[in-house]
């Protein structure tokens, strides 16, 4: 009867009501948090270990809210039948819009964060590298001597040179062998993130491989 009708109505929608209720902070966290990353996406390299730190809080923000809103409608969708259930069904629409809109930030979050951790790999490479230069330069200054066979050394002196020009050399072979495999190391890592952002990191380790194929022929 009309009555029951009404009851019924008004129960499905104060159920509807609950659950938007906890849907709306979501949708608003989630505009927040897109407000946030989407600055981020258009920095050049690094954007800043803060920054990127509290839009990944904002992020993770607006995922939870999403979570406790998707797993209210399913409680409240468990039992629904009739008008309940129809209106809980264009309930589920919005929720699945808001999983859409977060997954297109998140999706935006990870390419800030994949920049910021591509760009953090680079220092640790250089260090290496810089070790090989300086342990290349220092067997070139120790052996040119002897390399330019000056008649003022002395066969002592030219020997020693030798002697101290093999152990440069086996320094600069150790340094040269250590940032070979921190380049590999990196190349690995890189390979997970996505093609754009790791495009510049690639570029910068392979011209670090072909620096090191040459630092040894002296």
């Known amino acids: 009867n009309a009555k029951a009708e009404f009851r019924l109505r008004a129960a499905a929608k104060v159920m509807c009501s609950e659950v938007i209720a906890k849907l709306e902070p979501a949708e608003i966290e989630i505009e927040r948090a897109a407000n946030v990353v989407a600055p981020l996406q258009e920095v050049s390299g690094s954007a800043g270990a803060e920054p990127v730190k509290q839009a990944e809080e904002i992020v993770q923000l607006a995922s939870d809210k999403v979570s406790v809103a998707q797993k209210f409608l399913e409680m409240r969708q468990r039992n629904a039948t ?13 929720v699945k819009a808001a999983t859409k809109r977060l997954d297109e930030v998140r999706s ?13 790999l680079l220092p640790e490479v250089g260090e290496k590298m810089h070790a090989v230069n300086m342990a290349v330069n220092k067997a070139q200054m120790v ?11 002395s066969v002592d002196d030219r020997l020693q040179a030798i002697k101290e020009g093999d152990e440069s050399m086996k320094v600069a072979n150790k340094a040269t062998s250590a940032a070979k ?14 093609a754009d952002v790791a495009q510049e990191v690639v ?5 670090y491989q072909r620096q090191l194929e040459g630092s040894l022929k002296m």
């Open 108 to 120: 935006g979050f990870r390419q800030v964060h994949e920049r910021q951790t591509c760009t953090s």
């Open 143 to 153: 052996l040119a001597p002897c390399l330019a066979e000056s008649p003022d050394m």
């Open 203 to 207: 570029k910068q380790l392979q011209d």
């Open 82 to 94: 009739g008008v309940a259930k129809a209106c809980l069904s264009e309930v589920e629409v919005r």
């Open 181 to 194: 495999i921190i380049i590999a190391m990196k190349m690995v890592e890189v390979k997970r993130f996505t």
